[in-house]
């Protein structure tokens, strides 16, 4: 089947830090899924943060990067430094295309509380 | 653009009874997609359309649950004898064909 993990439920750092939300994926119905990282900030709905589409390309958007790593199957999202205002739940996604736009499969999520 | 519409925000109902949840799209989008959030779960995928047609519905329960689009504006999750774990959050999401999936603001059904 079709999975996605991310170890730490909640994280915690100092504004101005750096930080790193490890993914890992494992898929069986696609060789190339495409990645995503979502974000719902407190009050919020669920929106797109950034997506990759092609193995060994990084995706950024807000001052967060995350890159695409077939061989390890990996999608970690990372931030030089954050802000109070980056305090949200992340949660990385897998899509599994199906000739047109995926179902995505989630990860467990992430609280990020950033502390000032 | 209003975004992804799901109506009701929150719906309580008794053991047993039957719970409607609609999803109106975002208008010339092809895709709906519905989604269950539970704290146990996760965030689960539950069934899609595209241009109204049921794609995958993989993610449905086998039993009591039903998804339908019957005109490209709206879609709608029925769950019929609702029972207590199926208390969650059900998110309705839409997109273009290739596009990135909008996500509503979900729908919290409580049973008691």
């Known amino acids: 089947g079709d999975s996605v993990t991310q170890t730490e439920g909640q994280v915690t750092v100092s504004e101005s830090k750096s930080l790193i939300i490890n993914c890992t994926y494992s898929?069986?119905?696609?060789?190339?899924?495409?990645l995503f990282w979502y974000v719902r900030y407190p009050g919020e709905g669920l929106q797109l943060l950034l997506k990759?589409?092609?193995?060994?390309q990084k995706g950024s958007s807000r001052g967060f990067e995350a890159t695409y790593n077939k061989e390890t199957t990996s999608f970690h999202l990372q931030k030089a430094s954050v802000q109070e205002s980056d305090s949200a739940v992340y949660y990385c996604?897998?899509?599994?295309?199906?000739?047109?736009?995926?179902?995505?499969?989630f990860g467990e999520g992430t609280k990020l509380t950033v502390s000032s | 653009n209003a975004g992804v519409i799901q109506t009701p925000r929150h719906k309580v109902t008794g053991k047993g009874q039957e719970a409607t949840l609609w999803c109106e799209p975002i208008?010339?989008?092809?895709?709906v997609f519905w989604y269950r959030q539970t704290i146990v779960q996760g965030l689960e995928f539950l069934t899609y359309?595209?241009?109204?047609?049921?794609?995958?519905d993989s993610g449905m329960p086998k039993e009591r649950f039903s998804a339908q689009m019957p005109n490209q504006s709206h879609s709608t999750l029925k769950i019929q004898s609702t029972q207590p774990q199926d208390s969650a959050v059900y998110l309705c999401?839409?997109?273009?064909?290739?596009?990135?999936?909008?996500f509503g603001p979900g729908t919290r059904l409580t049973v008691l």
């Open positions: 898929t069986t119905s696609i060789a190339y899924p495409n």
């Open positions: 999401a839409s997109s273009s064909y290739w596009g990135e999936q909008y």
């Open positions: 990759v589409i092609t193995a060994g």
């Open positions: 996604a897998l899509g599994v295309n199906q000739g047109g736009s995926a179902k995505l499969i």
């Open positions: 208008s010339g989008h092809s895709a």
């Open positions: 359309f595209r241009n109204q047609a049921p794609i995958d």
